[in-house]
C-alpha cells in the first residue's frame, strides 16, 4: 500500500479554514542569497489550496527575486529596514491588511519585529533558523529569543542546527 500526502488524495477536502494565509519575512531577497532561495522553493512547492503565501522583505527585494516570486504567485512587500520600530509598524499594517494567521521570522531581526507586529493579534509567530552559527550571537541575544519565543514554534534546517540553536525552556513545537 503506497501513503499520499493529503494534497494527493482526491477522497479528501480540505477544511473550510483554509488556505492559511503565511506571511514569510525574511532580511534581505538578494537572488543569490540562501534564504531567500529557500523562501523561493517553499514558495514554489506550496500547495495553493492549502497555504496562501506572501513574502516580506526589511531590504528592497531585487526586481529578479521579486519577479521569481511572482513566477510562483507570491507577493512581495518591503516594510524597510530602519531600526525596529518602522519595519514592525509596517508588518503590522501589512498582517492587518493581509490578514496572516502566521507569520515566520527567518532572523533574529525579523523575529522581533514580527514579535511587535503582532502584540495583541490573533496570528502566530514562528522563528525558521537556518544555519547553527549567526542567527543568534551574543548572551543578551539568545536570553531575549528564548524569552519571547518559549511558547512558539521554531522550524530547524537540520537536527545540528536545532542543538546549537534551541533555547533552554522551549515549550513550543521544534521541528
Same mark, same amino acid.
Given at each position: 500500500m503506497q501513503i499520499m500526502p493529503i494534497s494527493m488524495q482526491s477522497d479528501v477536502k480540505a477544511p473550510q479554514c483554509w488556505p492559511l494565509r503565511v506571511l514569510l519575512v525574511a532580511r534581505t531577497l538578494k537572488y543569490t542569497a540562501g534564504v531567500p532561495r529557500c523562501l523561493l522553493y517553499l514558495a514554489s512547492a506550496a500547495d495553493r489550496a492549502? +497555504?496562501?503565501l506572501s513574502v516580506a522583505s526589511m531590504v528592497e527585494p531585487t526586481p529578479q527575486m521579486a519577479q521569481e516570486f511572482a513566477n510562483v504567485g507570491v507577493r512581495t512587500h518591503w +516594510?524597510?529596514?530602519h531600526r525596529y520600530i518602522r519595519p514592525a509598524a509596517r508588518l503590522r499594517g501589512l498582517i492587518d491588511s493581509d490578514g496572516a494567521d502566521v507569520v515566520v521570522a527567518t532572523c533574529f531581526k525579523t523575529f522581533l519585529c514580527s514579535k511587535m507586529a503582532l502584540f495583541r493579534r490573533a496570528a502566530r509567530s514562528m522563528f525558521?533558523?537556518?544555519a547553527r552559527h549567526g542567527p543568534v550571537e551574543g548572551m543578551f541575544r539568545r536570553w531575549l529569543v528564548a524569552?519571547?519565543?518559549r511558547r512558539d514554534a521554531m522550524l530547524f534546517v537540520s537536527r545540528a542546527v536545532?542543538?546549537?540553536q534551541s533555547p533552554r525552556g522551549h515549550r513550543g513545537l521544534s521541528k
Open positions: 492549502r +497555504v496562501e +516594510v524597510g529596514d525558521w533558523l537556518h524569552r519571547l519565543c536545532m542543538r546549537a
